[in-house]
């Protein structure tokens, strides 16, 4: 570790997104991002994502178009959302008010030996989301633009688009539940959706 | 035998499908542009009630459409065969979360195809999806079309299915090239 190094510890900015999470639905992505979630509880208002690489901001798409009186907030890593950047285009088109996609970036593949991504290189994650049409992005470096960000997640009238720099440790994993099915219908039944 | 009438009507099939489309509740429509769902497309747009997506690569739909089940929606995904080829990966999702899926795939690479780098997708689109264990219904005439799409869309909701509907290039018609 790097001293000194202000970015954010993982675990601990997944466990302030999810602080006054409300009726938040939570959607996340391969693989990282999905320990952190269920590290800060495992909940059926939770979706993970154990493969699919590059779908998590179109699922959190799809969910916020289907349930506009609810916030939906995507937490994926740099890598994942590197493999669906196509997606950014697509919802920058769309800017369904209650969503909110937040990139845990370590310019890392951390589930794979933690090789170098683009964003460790020339990439930009937020200049892309504002080219693509994101009116309300963070550049976030430290805690207190973590709150500014997470204020925002229950009042925000766009879609908001958050590069979270993190550190690139590996916290011990917490797997939750890998059954798709049981995530799925566990999901739907918790927001009333039949089954 | 019977006379034909003096003007053969065609079957609006674009607009009976989108009709089905209506009767299954379908309120999200991800598509990548086709020139043969051009019409479906435009009729999915024109409506209120549905929200039409466009993509830029058919696995976003993939995506977008478990995202709408998860919230109570049901959704169809329109593309060109040559996206069947981008959606594999995806489909591992739809399959192990037995998220219902339709996808309609206007074909090309297979009647009076001029380009023949349409040809490889083409014709292994069926033997793709059905290695994915999607479940592939093909249309050859415009009558079929309609009732060929409600039985996917009742398979895919009701028994939680990955469905996928070929219309096939000659009904659709060989694209013209020389204008």
Redesign the interface.
């Known amino acids: 570790m790097i001293p000194n190094d202000r970015r954010l510890d993982r675990r601990a900015a997944m466990r302030i997104l999810l602080e006054k999470r409300g009726d938040l639905f939570l ?1 996340t992505g391969l693989g990282s991002t999905t320990w952190d979630a269920a590290s800060v509880a495992d909940e059926e208002r939770n ?1 993970y ?19 506009p009186e609810r916030r939906v907030l995507v937490v994926t890593g740099d890598g994942e959302m590197l493999m ?1 950047l ?2 950014l ?2 919802i920058g ?2 800017r369904p008010p209650n969503l909110a996609i937040a990139v845990f970036d370590n310019g890392r593949y951390g589930e794979t030996g933690m090789q170098a991504s683009h964003t460790a290189e020339s990439v930009e994650l937020v200049g892309i989301a504002q080219a693509c049409g994101f009116k309300e992005t963070f550049d976030v470096g430290d805690e207190v633009g973590l709150r500014d960000f997470a204020a925002r997640l229950h009042n925000a009238a766009t879609t908001m688009f958050a590069r979270i720099a993190i550190r690139t440790d590996e916290p011990p994993r917490v797997l939750p539940l890998r059954d ?2 049981f ?2 219908n566990r ?2 039944r918790a ?4 089954t | 035998m019977a006379s034909e009438p003096a003007t053969m009507v065609a079957p609006d099939w674009r607009g009976e499908i989108f009709t089905a489309l209506k009767d299954a509740d379908i309120r999200q429509v991800g598509y990548v542009p086709d020139a043969g769902h051009a019409r479906l497309i435009e009729l999915c747009r024109a409506d209120p009630a549905i929200r039409a997506v466009p993509l830029t690569t058919e696995e976003e739909g993939v995506a977008l459409l478990a995202g709408a089940w998860l919230g109570g929606q049901r959704g169809v995904l329109l593309m060109q065969s040559s996206g069947v080829g981008n959606c594999i990966n995806m489909l591992a999702m739809t399959k192990t979360c037995r998220f219902p899926l339709t996808m309609l795939v206007t074909m090309r690479g297979e009647w009076a195809e001029f380009n023949p780098w349409q040809v490889p997708m083409g014709t292994k689109t069926q033997s793709a999806l059905e290695l994915c264990d999607v479940f592939v219904y093909r249309v050859e005439r415009p009558e079929d079309a309609a009732e060929t799409v409600a039985a996917a869309l009742d398979s895919a909701f009701n028994a939680d299915l990955a469905t996928a509907v070929l219309l096939s290039q000659r009904l659709i018609g060989a694209k013209r090239w020389v204008k």
């Open positions: 959607v979706f994502l154990w493969g699919a690489m590059g779908a998590a901001a179109m699922v959190g798409l799809g969910l916020a178009i289907a349930r669906g196509g997606s285009a697509t088109v769309q798709g099915v995530l799925k999901f739907r927001i009333g959706a039949e």
